[in-house]
């Protein structure tokens, strides 16, 4: 199986209820952050991005909310399904062609 | 849609062989990327190329070259494959406009024995 996600952080929710990932970030000058979720044996896949000149993005049953004083970034799925389950991580980028990664969250949707 | 490939998803080498990896992305991406992803470590940057026969050094290129000959292709090449470098090994490809998501491949499990 898939060893990546053998150490990270697990979110279980129930289907049906809204899941909060949450993602630090580290260099204050970041100016853009990306959403990827990345399913089992596969490559990630964006979800959706936010600059810093917004706090808000919304997409299709996702959310990013950007805090720039904390350095925090997080990810809301609206009635998660069981095709959610996955391992999300932020990405951040100053700018350049350098993108920042995190380690990723692991979320588990419960039948 | 974009497409990210990458020519194996899985692959068993042998300590001392000579490894090549291969990506190729169809929308005329500038940029490509080569990480690789281990467990706790998130995706670190081995090698970077914003055009043909460019290339930057990453965040661990140690024991890893690469080529990009053509636009849409940038090989990875491990030049004696070493256990360490057993391995999630995932490409991406971006436009070189700032500010600009990267697209992703599959991935290859690169498992040396």
């Known amino acids: 199986g898939e060893s990546v996600g053998l150490h990270l952080p697990t979110l279980s929710v129930q289907e049906g209820d809204n899941s909060i990932i949450n993602c630090a970030y580290s260099?204050?000058?970041?100016?853009?952050f990306i959403w990827y979720k990345q399913e089992s044996g596969k490559g990630p896949q964006f979800i959706i991005d936010i600059r810093s000149n917004m706090d808000k993005r919304q997409g299709q049953r996702v959310t990013v909310l950007l805090n720039k004083t904390v350095k925090h970034l997080s990810l809301q799925i609206a009635a998660t399904q069981p095709g959610d389950s996955a391992v999300y991580f932020c990405?951040?980028?100053?700018?350049?062609?350098?993108?920042?990664f995190g380690t990723g969250t692991r979320l588990k949707v419960l039948a | 849609d974009v497409k990210v490939t990458q020519s194996s998803r899985y692959l068993v080498k042998r300590t001392g062989e000579k490894v090549f990896l291969e990506c190729v992305q169809d929308?005329?991406?500038?940029?490509m990327f080569w990480y690789r992803q281990d467990p706790g470590l998130g995706l670190r940057l081995i090698y970077f190329?914003?055009?043909?026969?460019?290339?930057e050094k990453g965040d661990i290129p140690e024991g890893y070259s690469v080529s990009r000959e053509k636009k849409e292709r940038f090989s990875l090449i491990l030049e004696s494959a070493s256990t360490n470098q057993t391995s999630m090994y995932l490409c991406a490809s971006s436009f070189v406009n700032l500010n600009t998501e990267a697209f992703f491949g599959q991935g290859t499990r690169l498992t040396v024995v």
């Open positions: 990405a951040e980028n100053m700018g350049t062609y350098k993108y920042i």
């Open positions: 190329s914003y055009d043909v026969k460019m290339k």
């Open positions: 260099n204050s000058a970041s100016d853009y």
């Open positions: 929308m005329d991406h500038e940029n």
